[in-house]
């Protein structure tokens, strides 16, 4: 499941892109049926996400005894899982808005009262968590491609991949099919190859 996550996640994402351009050949995104539909494969690519950063880490070549390698690697997957869990908190906050509003204005003035849902952290931290995630992915990548030896020019193009869909979609939203797609494109070899820790030698007793 993890493997296919790796396709699976921005293939999501790209399909999310494509139903929100349909849903603003108006002039406006929801609330109707195709500001929910995109939302909920939204929701799936996010939850799939999560699998991509166990599956990164897991496949992170770090020998036993590097320990600072390690945890590097842990606390940055924690990090972009941090992010995640923000991300889909705005998926789900944004579906029950679409369910539940008439019209746009409904929609906004919704969207204003669950802005801090659940109100157990800043709205500051919900507003900017899902950056965490996007670096934490992207400083994945560039740990994998730093650490690890097979296929070193295809490792190197993954972060960049995921730093240009990811800006593209920051610019502008429009762009989400194209910067889905990036995504799509770094994250694809990973499910050919399965890198693991290398092993540490017990040392050798002399006779």
Do not use: C
Request: glycine letters at 8%.
């Amino acid at each position: 499941m993890t493997r296919i996550a790796f396709h699976l996640a921005p293939a999501l994402m790209l399909a999310y892109g494509v139903v929100r351009l349909i849903d603003g050949r108006d002039g406006q995104h929801g609330p109707g049926p195709a500001w929910t539909i995109g939302h909920l494969l939204f929701l799936g690519s996010l939850v799939l996400y999560g699998l991509v950063i166990v599956g990164l880490r897991r496949r992170m070549p770090v020998a036993r005894g590097r320990r600072g390698r390690r945890i590097a690697a842990d606390v940055t997957a924690a990090v972009a899982g941090v992010g995640l869990v923000t991300f889909v908190r705005v998926a789900v906050i944004d579906i029950v808005v679409g369910l539940k509003a008439a019209d746009a204005a409904e929609k906004s003035a919704l969207a204003d009262r669950y802005a801090d849902v659940p109100a157990v952290l800043p709205q500051a931290f919900y507003e900017i968590g899902p950056v965490f995630f996007m670096l934490g992915l992207l400083v994945l990548l560039v740990q994998f491609a730093v650490l690890t030896t097979d296929r070193k020019p295809v490792a190197a193009a993954s972060p960049v991949l995921v730093a240009l869909g990811f800006v593209a979609i920051t610019v502008n939203l429009d762009l989400l099919p194209v910067g889905a797609a990036l995504i799509w494109l770094a994250l694809a070899p990973f499910t050919r190859t399965k890198t693991v820790a290398p092993k540490h030698k017990p040392a050798q007793v002399p006779a």
